[in-house]
């Protein structure tokens, strides 16, 4: 068995090391996957868009009825708690805080019980960036049916389907499975999915389909600021093969060029198969961003 890490983590209201925390196996979180969950980048020390990611925690929180546990203050106390002292364990500057939320604790019934107390659960580990080739290679990605449930906009702990997504791309040594549902395009099994035609940024728009990523606000503002032309519309599967350049978004990849889909090259002429001109202008001023925007 992998040994876990002696790190701090937060459980209902107490910090314990992350190997010695416990929930019960009646929560329904771990019997329903009856939560939701955020993941929030930390920059030196300095949590970037925390408060979209509390916003979108949320929404998430009411979709499924469960009621918020902590006030913004609360949340953000408890998060810098936890990112001081894993920098101060590991000396780790950059870090991603996960926390959970689910239901609580009760009797196997798929009613929602009514009155349960929620089980808060954070943990912080290291961020890994994507590698310097591969932000100067780009990256591998291949297409699937989008096979998931249809409440994508939920950032739900229930993941199998992202989970069975992905592996599909890993067992084909590549970086991401781009989904389509109905011919247009959804999401990848972790990131959210952007093409370029003729100079503007597209993504599909927001629905129940799509998780509506933080960074689906920080590019628009990006693309605003870099003089870009940005619009979510439907985005068929015959625009994604032929666009001059593909790229995902996700709080770990920041944003990250794919270069091969399908095995195919992305784009057209002397660029083809490379990072294009928007990739490259979009992660300069998302650096300049994670400075402005985390606290």
């Known amino acids: 068995m992998q040994a876990l890490p002696d790190s701090l983590c937060y459980l209902n209201g107490e910090y314990t090391l992350l190997r010695d925390a416990k929930i019960s196996a009646l929560d329904r979180g771990f019997i329903f996957g009856d939560g939701v969950y955020e993941v929030v980048p930390v ?8 408060q979209e990611h509390i916003s979108r925690l949320e929404r998430s929180l009411a979709k499924v009825r469960i009621p918020n546990p902590h006030t913004e203050v609360e949340w953000l106390e408890r998060m810098r708690r936890l990112i001081a002292a894993y920098a101060e364990r590991y000396d780790v500057a950059d870090q991603l805080v996960y926390l959970q939320v689910t239901r609580g604790v009760a009797l196997r019934d798929h009613v929602m019980p009514e009155g349960l107390q929620p089980t808060v659960f954070m943990m912080v580990s290291p961020l890994k960036p994507a590698s310097a080739e591969q932000r100067r290679q780009g990256v591998a990605c291949i297409s699937a049916r989008d096979f998931r449930w249809q409440r994508g906009d939920i950032k739900s702990t229930s993941l199998l389907g992202n989970v069975l997504a992905r592996q599909m791309s890993a067992d ?10 109905d011919g247009f395009l959804t999401e990848a099994s972790a990131s959210n999915v952007w093409v370029v035609h003729e100079g503007a940024v597209l993504g599909p728009p927001k629905s129940e389909h799509v998780l509506e990523g933080i960074r689906y606000g920080l590019i628009s503002e990006l693309c605003e600021e870099l003089s870009i032309g940005f619009n979510l519309r439907p985005i068929s599967e015959s625009e994604v093969n032929a666009a001059d350049e593909i790229f995902l978004s996700s709080a770990t990849k920041e944003v990250l060029p794919v270069t091969r889909l399908d095995g195919e090259p992305v784009g ?4 083809k198969g490379k990072p294009g001109p928007i990739y490259a202008r979009l992660y300069e001023a998302y650096q300049r961003a994670k400075a402005e925007q985390s606290i």
């Open 268 to 271: 057209h002429g002397a660029g």
């Open 43 to 50: 920059y030196g020390r300095r949590l970037f868009r925390f």
């Open 172 to 181: 084909q040594g590549a970086a991401e499975t781009l989904l389509f549902r």
